[in-house]
C-alpha cells in the first residue's frame, strides 16, 4: 500500500514522537519523527514530506520559527500546528504563517489523520 | 466628635449669652435696688422724726414745768390730754416721773404705780446713763403694743429726774403705712432680735420673731437680697431707726421689683435658644452627614480591598490551574497516543489473547484521558489570555441563540423557559463568542439546579444608562449561604463527579474581562439569581 503522503511529526517529546509516527504507520500513512525543530529542518533538507506536524513550544526552535523557515525553503509542505496550551495567540500567529490547523493536544490521532486528509484533497 | 463641634460653636453664643444676662441684669437690679433704698431711706428718717417730736413734746412739758407742778396727777393727766389733742394716732398712753433714785414719783394713770423702784430695770440704767432712751414694743396692762421713751432731766443741784412716757405702737405702724408701698412689699420693724415691733403683711403679727435674719446696724440705707421662708428671692432694705431699739425692714419680692428684667431675661434665653437652634441642627445634621459619608467610603474601601483580594485569589489559583495543566498535558498526550497505539495494535491482532478485555482496558483508559483533557483544556481555558472581539451585539437574539442550544432538553425535561429582553435595550458592543460561553456556562448551572418541570427566567434590561443587566433566576435547589462566598473560585462544585468546578470560575472571568461584573443570590430551596451586568461599550447604537 502507498502511502498518500508523507508526514513528519515534530515534538519535543520523544514517546509521543514514537508512538504517534507508529500509529500513523499503522494506518499506512509514512511518517518520521523529530525532536526538535533543529532536526526538523535537517530532515526537510533530506527527504520530501507533504506534512510537517509541529509542536508550537519546543526547546531550541519553536514552532512558529520552524513554520516560517519552511515557508521559506519549503513552500510546497504544509504545515500543522500542535497548540500546547491553548494559546490563540500562537494559533493565530501560525494561522498567519499559513498553517493548515492548529488542534490542541492531547490530539485524537484519527482527528489530526482527518485533518490532513482534507488538506491532502484540497491540494 | 458632635459633641466638640457643637461646644466650640455655641460656647462664644453662649458666654456672650451669659455676659449679656449679668450685664442686663446688674443694670435692671441697680434700677430696682435705688428706689426699695430711697424708700427705706425715707421711712426711717419720717419714724427718726416722729421719735425725736414726741421726745421734744415730752422736753417741752419737762421744762415748761418744774416736776413738782407736774407731780400733781392732774397735772400729768392734762399734759397727756393736752398733748394728745393734736395727734390723731400715736398718742402718749401715760406719762411718770421717776427720781434718780429709781422711784416713781408721780403717774399720770388711773393705775397707782406711785413709789415703784425702778432702779434695777435697764431702761432706768440706760437712761440715767445716756440721758434719753426708747424701749422696745410690748404689751402693756391693755393688751395693746407700746413702748416708751424716757430722758433724763439733770437739777441745777445736782441729781436728776426721769420722764418717762408710753406711747402706743400704732403711731410707728402709721408711719410705715405712709412708706406708699405697693400691696406686694412688706415693710416693718424689729428690734435686734428680731421681734417684729409692728405687724408684718406676710411674716406675722407683732411681737413674733421674723423668719429672716436680723440686718448688721447700718447707719444709712441697706439692701440686700435672700430668700424668704417661703423660699421666694426677695430684696430686704433695711436702716437702723437711730436712738431706738428699731430696725426698719422693707421686703419687696424680687420678682416684682425685676419684674421688666425676667421678661428681659425670657427673651434673652429665648433668643439665645433661637439662635443656637439651627446652629446646632447644622452641625448634627452635617456631622451626621459626614458621619455617614465616611461609614459609606470605608464601607466601600473595604468591599473594594474584598473584591481585590478575591480577583487576585482568583488570578493566582488560574496561573496555578493553567501551570498544572500545561505540565499534565504533555504526559497525558503520551497516555494518549500509547494507548491509542496499543489499540490499535490489538485491533490489527485478529487473534490476540483476550483482545475484547484488552480493548475495553485501552478504551477505559482513553475515555480517562479525555476526561483529563476536558480538564485541562478548562482550566487552561480559564487562565489563557482572551482576544476580546468586539463586535455589536443584540442580546435579546444572542440569549434566544444560546436558548437554543438547550431546547431540546429543556422539552425533554418539561422546563418553563421565560426570556424577558427590554425593547429599549439598546445593542452592546463586546465579544459574542465569549457572552455565549458566560450565558451557557450559567444556564447549564440553573439546568442543574431545577427538578424537572422546574422554572428558568431571564430578563435583560438596563442598569443605569451606561450598563445593562441580564438576569437569570431558578427555581431550582438553592446555594448555602456558606457556599454562596467561594461558587466563582476554581475547582469548587457540588456537582461531586459531575462538573469540573470551573463553570462559574471561567464564567467570572470572562464578564471581568469584558469589563462587567456578576453577582449571585439565593436562598436554599427557593430561588437562585445570577446577575450579569456588562458594559454598553462605546459603539452604542441605539
Redesign the interface.
Known amino acids: 500500500m502507498t502511502s498518500p503522503f508523507r508526514v513528519l511529526f515534530v515534538d519535543d517529546e520523544e514517546e509521543l514522537v514514537s508512538a504517534v509516527t507508529e500509529r500513523l504507520e499503522l494506518r499506512g500513512i509514512d511518517a518520521a519523527g523529530c525532536l526538535s525543530g533543529r532536526a526538523a529542518l535537517a530532515k526537510l533538507a533530506a527527504e520530501h514530506f507533504d506534512f510537517v506536524v509541529l509542536d508550537v513550544k519546543m526547546p531550541g526552535l519553536g514552532g512558529l520559527d520552524v513554520i516560517r523557515m519552511i515557508n521559506e525553503n519549503y513552500p510546497d509542505v504544509k504545515v500543522t500546528l500542535l497548540t500546547g496550551h491553548s494559546s490563540v495567540e500562537d494559533a493565530e500567529a501560525g494561522l498567519r504563517l499559513g498553517a493548515v490547523a492548529y488542534p490542541q493536544i492531547p490530539v485524537d490521532l484519527d482527528a489530526l489523520l482527518e485533518i490532513l486528509r482534507n488538506a491532502a484533497g484540497q491540494a | 466628635m458632635v459633641l466638640a463641634t457643637a461646644t466650640v460653636a455655641l460656647l462664644p453664643l453662649f458666654i456672650t449669652s451669659v455676659l449679656n444676662h449679668l450685664q442686663y441684669r446688674r443694670a435692671i437690679r441697680t434700677e430696682a435696688v435705688q428706689p426699695i433704698s430711697r424708700i427705706t431711706f425715707n421711712t426711717k428718717r419720717s419714724i427718726e422724726l416722729c421719735l425725736a417730736e414726741r421726745r421734744s413734746t415730752l422736753n417741752f412739758i419737762v421744762n415748761d414745768r418744774s416736776f413738782e407742778e407736774l407731780c400733781s396727777r392732774n397735772a400729768l393727766a392734762r399734759a397727756i390730754a393736752n398733748m394728745n389733742r393734736s395727734m390723731t394716732v400715736g398718742a402718749f398712753v401715760d406719762l411718770g416721773i421717776v427720781d434718780s433714785n429709781g422711784d416713781q414719783l408721780c403717774y399720770s394713770s388711773p393705775y397707782q404705780l406711785e413709789g415703784r423702784n425702778y432702779a434695777d430695770q435697764d431702761w432706768f440704767r440706760e437712761v440715767a446713763r445716756r440721758g434719753t432712751y426708747t424701749s422696745d414694743v410690748f404689751l402693756g396692762f391693755r393688751n395693746v403694743p407700746h413702748f416708751v421713751i424716757a430722758s433724763r432731766h439733770d437739777h441745777p443741784n445736782g441729781g436728776f429726774s426721769i420722764l418717762r412716757a408710753t406711747i402706743d405702737a400704732e403711731m410707728l405702724s402709721e408711719q410705715l403705712l405712709a412708706a406708699g408701698l405697693e400691696s406686694t412689699d412688706d415693710v416693718f420693724l424689729v428690734n435686734r432680735q428680731g421681734i417684729l415691733q409692728t405687724p408684718s403683711r406676710r411674716y406675722g403679727a407683732v411681737l413674733t420673731p421674723i423668719p429672716l435674719a436680723v440686718p448688721p446696724y447700718a447707719p444709712g440705707a441697706e439692701v440686700t437680697e435672700t430668700h424668704d421662708d417661703l423660699g421666694r428671692a426677695v430684696f430686704v432694705g433695711s436702716a437702723s431707726i437711730d436712738n431706738s431699739p428699731f430696725i426698719l425692714m422693707l421686703i419687696k419680692p424680687t420678682a416684682q421689683a425685676m419684674g421688666r428684667w425676667l421678661s428681659l431675661r425670657n427673651e434673652l434665653v429665648g433668643f439665645t435658644a433661637l439662635s443656637a437652634a439651627p446652629i446646632l441642627a447644622v452641625i448634627l445634621w452635617g456631622s451626621g452627614q459626614f458621619v455617614n459619608s465616611m461609614r459609606e467610603a470605608s464601607r466601600r474601601r473595604a468591599a473594594l480591598m474584598h473584591h481585590m483580594e478575591y480577583s487576585n485569589k482568583l488570578a493566582s489559583l488560574g496561573r496555578l490551574a493553567?501551570g498544572v495543566?500545561?505540565e499534565i498535558?504533555?504526559p497525558?498526550?503520551?497516555?494518549?497516543?500509547?494507548a491509542?497505539?496499543a489499540r490499535?495494535?490489538v485491533s490489527?491482532e485478529k487473534d490476540f489473547p483476550r483482545r475484547e478485555k484488552f480493548l475495553d482496558l485501552i478504551d477505559s483508559i482513553l475515555r480517562s484521558?479525555e476526561r483529563c483533557?476536558t480538564i485541562t483544556?478548562r482550566l487552561?481555558?480559564f487562565a489563557?489570555?482572551?482576544?476580546v472581539r468586539n463586535e455589536p451585539i443584540d442580546l435579546g437574539s444572542l440569549l434566544r441563540e444560546v436558548l437554543g442550544f438547550l431546547e431540546k432538553e429543556a422539552e425533554y425535561r418539561n422546563l418553563e423557559l421565560t426570556l424577558e429582553v427590554d425593547p429599549a435595550l439598546p445593542t452592546i458592543v463586546s465579544d459574542r463568542g465569549q457572552l455565549q460561553q458566560v450565558f451557557l456556562n450559567i444556564l447549564n448551572n440553573a439546568f442543574a439546579a431545577v427538578k424537572d418541570g422546574g422554572r428558568i427566567e431571564i430578563r435583560a434590561g438596563m442598569s443605569g444608562a451606561q450598563h445593562v443587566r441580564i438576569a437569570i433566576a431558578d427555581n431550582g435547589i438553592g446555594i448555602p449561604p456558606e457556599h454562596l462566598p467561594r461558587i466563582f473560585e476554581p475547582f469548587f462544585t457540588t456537582k461531586e463527579g459531575v462538573g469540573t468546578g470551573l463553570g462559574l470560575s471561567i464564567t467570572y472571568g470572562i464578564v471581568k474581562k469584558l469589563g462587567g461584573g456578576i453577582e449571585v443570590a439565593s436562598t436554599v430551596g427557593v430561588a437562585t439569581q445570577l446577575t450579569v451586568v456588562l458594559p454598553i461599550g462605546q459603539e452604542v447604537r441605539k
Do not use: F, Q, T, Y
Not at chain 2, 497525558?332 to 500509547?338: D, F, G, R, S
Not at chain 2, 489563557?384 to 482576544?387: A, K
Open positions: 493553567a495543566a500545561h498535558n504533555n497525558l498526550a503520551i497516555i494518549n497516543e500509547k491509542g497505539l490499535d495494535l490489527l484521558v483533557k483544556h487552561l481555558g489563557r489570555h482572551m482576544d
